[in-house]
């Protein structure tokens, strides 16, 4: 038999951090010390009340399937948390359990994009969906995005790329690589320019509740940045357990659907995935507890600390940090300073002082070059030491 894949393979790219990481694991088993920033996952542990729960899921045996839009306990208590949190009325009928952020972005897109369908991403922007959008023959284009809109798409730039087989636009906020924010307003206009050219708006959300106060403001004054279930019924709206909620490896995350596509995505669910992973939204249900978020305001106020260090030290090593980075745990800074390859940097950190970061090539086609990703997934000594590597490294 010839190896015959699917002609959708030649368009879908690794991940090439991974490459890196494979070079940093190989360092590592060599007894180098190697301080992980490229890593897009929080490095606390789960909280454990969600462990606890979940664990006792499992030992009394509710380790069946549920059902494909997953447990309505859970759906009810996302929706009572969109009223707690962010006062918006969302039912819980319009809320789907998914295998994470990505689950929901495969579940959208298969509801949603026909062949050759066009869809606006912002570029830079999270790898994964344009070749999410490609598994579902769907055909990803990209709006450049930079400082002057806080590497946020606007509806002008919208406009400027709309045409009769554009089907519909994908933003995020908090976003990664930049950790930028919309505003309430923001999300408004950039909704209403979707209806006025009957498109689809979806808003992915996972970075919610790692939204940091300015650096001037005191600890305890962390504004929730605002939710785009508030803007309208219409909208897409995917989030997941995995980030705030410290829960990659469960596999679990959410969308709110439009009404009239709650049944269709149900359908493709059960066909698709049966349905998410019952210990995990098991776990899932002590999420919400106030003790679960009191660990979790903890750790954000860490995330918060770590930030306020990080980004100017890196500035004043040469790094610039041109957006500004409200949420998630990534800085992305502009190189050109000191490097005109941000690959060729990445490796060279990688190799000569043992620094992991991501190079801006795996974020889209945007001057990638001249962009890298530092995430502060990692203690604020593991940062001071990588800052002041960094500091000898490029004599400053
Ligand atoms: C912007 C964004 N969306 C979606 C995902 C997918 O996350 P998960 O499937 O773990 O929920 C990630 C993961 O890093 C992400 O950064």
Request: aromatic residues 10%; charged residues 20%.
């Amino acid at each position: 038999m010839t190896y015959r894949p699917a002609a959708r393979l030649a368009e879908i790219e690794p991940f090439h951090v991974v490459e890196l990481l494979t070079r940093a694991r190989q360092l590592e088993a060599e007894g180098r010390d190697i301080i992980h920033m490229e890593v897009g996952e929080p490095d606390f542990p789960t909280p454990e009340p969600i462990a606890r729960a979940a664990v006792a899921a499992i030992n009394s045996g509710k380790t069946l399937y549920t059902q494909a839009l997953g447990l309505p306990e859970l759906r009810q208590a996302i929706a009572d948390f969109y009223r707690s949190r962010y006062g918006v009325d969302v039912p819980a009928r319009r809320i789907a359990i998914t295998n994470g952020a990505s689950g929901a972005l495969n579940l959208a897109f298969a509801c949603l994009a026909d062949p050759g369908s066009e869809w606006l991403l912002a570029d830079p922007g999270y790898p994964c969906n344009r070749h999410i959008l490609r598994t579902y023959e769907g055909q990803p284009v990209s709006i450049p995005v930079g400082p002057e809109s806080n590497f946020q798409p606007t509806p002008a730039m919208l406009r400027q790329h709309w045409n009769e087989r554009t089907s519909g636009v994908l933003v995020a906020s908090p976003a990664n690589p930049t950790g930028t924010l919309l505003t309430r307003p923001e999300i408004s206009a950039l909704a209403e320019t979707c209806r006025e050219n009957n498109g689809h708006f979806l808003v992915d959300e996972i970075y919610h509740g790692l939204t940091y106060a300015p650096k001037e403001a005191p600890p305890g004054n962390e504004l929730d940045a605002p939710t785009a279930c508030a803007a309208g019924d219409d909208i897409w709206v995917i989030n997941s357990f995995s980030k705030y909620f410290q829960m990659t490896g469960w596999r679990l995350g959410w969308m709110v659907i439009p009404e009239a596509y709650v049944r269709d995505v149900e359908k493709l669910a059960q066909n698709l995935v049966l349905c998410p992973s019952t210990p995990a939204q098991y776990g899932a249900l002590a999420a919400f507890a106030p003790e679960t978020i009191a660990i979790l305001e903890t750790r954000r106020a860490e995330f918060r600390k770590r930030r306020d260090f990080l980004a100017p030290a890196l500035e004043s090593i040469g790094f610039r940090i041109t957006a500004r980075p409200e949420g998630a745990f990534y800085l992305y800074c502009d190189c050109s300073a000191l490097s005109n390859d941000s690959y060729a940097l990445a490796r060279d950190l990688l190799e000569k002082i043992g620094v992991a970061a991501t190079p801006g090539l795996d974020f889209g086609s945007n001057q990638p070059e001249k962009h890298i990703r530092f995430a502060y997934t990692t203690g604020l000594d593991r940062l001071a030491e990588a800052s002041e590597r960094l500091r000898h490294h490029f004599g400053r």
